[in-house]
């Protein structure tokens, strides 16, 4: 069975800390991806990756990084966390770039930032 | 730039039909997706349109016309369990831009 995995379900943070997001999936995906979620927004992609070590920026990059060093996990990274950085943070992979492959999402992390 | 437009809300009651419109302008196009998502949980795979038609899948079914930059998801037979929000994606490679969703409450 498919499964994408996050470190945490939810997580409070202060302004200014630095935050580390997990994600590993066990299905050998080329793909992950990290979205956040708002009302009334929907998902927005933050950055993307279609192998290790290889990254891009998403639609809304900015106060975000991420990492990938190994196939299975992907990290996003809120170097120094803001208010408006409060959302659910949701990770995904896919198998194929271009392909009819669905993603599969993680159950999703609530962050909030006082 | 990505323009995907769904309806916010629809109610309907227990056994009814219900359909949730999604119409989309997007830099490119490789197929739809529709997704559910219950409160709290991750959002789960209902159906990829790529060529024009209606795709039946049990209770759900998906339409797309690509001329017209149209989709719906049609629920039939609606049960309790349906209440969720219903996702719009569109696939542009290996990336999704998504509509904001639609809440769908079923009523007994």
């Known amino acids: 069975d498919v499964k994408v995995t996050q470190s945490s379900r939810y997580l409070v943070k202060r302004t200014g800390e630095k935050v580390f997001l997990e994600c590993v999936q066990d299905?050998?995906?080329?793909?992950m991806f990290w979205y956040r979620q708002d009302p009334g927004l929907g998902l927005r992609l933050i950055y993307f990756?279609?192998?290790?070590?290889?990254?891009e920026k998403g639609d809304i990059p900015e106060g975000y990084s991420v990492s990938r060093e190994k196939k299975e996990r992907f990290s996003l990274i809120l170097e120094s966390a803001s208010t408006n950085q409060t959302s659910m943070y949701l990770c995904?992979?896919?198998?194929?770039?271009?392909?009819?492959?669905?993603?599969?999402f993680g159950p999703g992390t609530r962050l909030t930032v006082l | 730039g990505q323009n995907i437009d769904q309806p916010t809300e629809m109610t309907a009651t227990e056994g009814a039909i219900v359909q949730i419109n999604c119409t989309y302008q997007?830099?490119?196009?490789?197929?739809l997706f529709w997704y559910q998502q219950h409160a709290g949980e991750a959002p789960t795979f209902l159906s990829y349109?790529?060529?024009?038609g209606l795709e039946e899948k049990g209770r759900f079914s998906s339409f797309l016309s690509r001329s017209k930059g149209y989709s719906y998801l049609l629920l039939k037979e609606l049960q309790m369990k349906d209440s969720a929000s219903y996702l719009c994606?569109?696939?542009?490679?290996?990336?999704?831009?998504f509509g904001a969703g639609t809440t769908v409450t079923v009523r007994a």
């Open positions: 995904a992979s896919s198998f194929i770039a271009g392909s009819t492959d669905t993603q599969y």
């Open positions: 299905m050998d995906h080329e793909n």
């Open positions: 990756s279609y192998d290790v070590k290889m990254k």
């Open positions: 997007t830099s490119g196009f490789n197929g």
């Open positions: 349109n790529v060529l024009d």
């Open positions: 994606a569109v696939n542009n490679d290996y990336k999704l831009s």
